[in-house]
């Protein structure tokens, strides 16, 4: 279970799209949206763990055209949520985004999210506990994912904040937005690039 946990952390301590995008609207939006994001994060990557382990997922994606349809829609939602933490309260854009990413649009996040896919395949089919039965192994999983995810995401949303008041104070709060929108498109871009390989 131990390896199991280390193996979680460092997948997820990586930058993401979900922590990324946690982070920049800490930086762009403060504490309050931010938990509020953060909460639906939370939902959303446990309902891909449902997806995951109950095989929803393969079977979906073996439909023509759905998982290439996936992937636009996600690429597509990740790069606008990107441009909205870019241009968060940035009084010199005549179109300026004044408004958070939602409660709602984290869970949509995560659902649409290809890193959570793939981290949770390979948690829930790899990493197998000796003397475990299937149903324990799974409920075991699925508690030191949650024990470990909290505690990781809330040091992004902190670490947006973070980024946030030093931006505030130094009067550089744009070029702190627009490094944490570039940053969550680069993931984005190199996420494009690993599924189109794959």
């Given amino acids: 279970m131990i390896t199991f946990a280390i193996a979680f952390f460092i997948m997820i301590i990586t930058p993401g799209p979900a922590v ?5 609207t800490g930086a762009g939006f403060g504490w309050r949206p931010g938990v509020f994001y953060l ?7 446990n309902a891909v763990m449902i ?6 997922k393969g079977i979906l994606f073996e439909v023509p055209y759905v998982e290439p349809a996936f992937l636009t829609i996600s690429l597509t939602y990740l790069t606008w949520i ?3 933490i870019s241009f968060s309260q940035n009084k010199t854009t005549i179109k300026k985004s004044k408004k958070a990413p939602s409660f709602l649009e984290a869970i949509f996040l995560q659902l649409i999210n290809p890193k959570a896919y793939i981290v949770n395949g390979v948690l829930f089919a790899g990493f197998p506990i000796e003397t475990f039965t ?3 192994e799974i409920i075991s999983k ?14 992004w949303l902190w670490l947006g904040i973070k980024l946030r008041s030093w931006g505030l104070e130094s009067g550089k ?16 871009i190199l996420a494009a690039l690993s599924s189109i390989n794959n």
């Fill in 173 to 188: 709060q744009k070029t702190v937005n627009k490094l944490m929108g570039l940053s969550l498109l680069i993931v984005i």
């Fill in 82 to 84: 990107a441009w909205r």
């Fill in 51 to 56: 997806f995951v382990i109950t095989g929803l």
């Fill in 20 to 24: 990324l995008s946690l982070a920049g």
């Fill in 39 to 45: 909460l639906g994060l939370f939902i959303g990557t």
């Fill in 142 to 155: 699925i508690i030191i994912i949650n024990l470990v995810w909290i505690p990781v995401h809330f040091f």
């Fill in 134 to 136: 299937l149903q324990k």
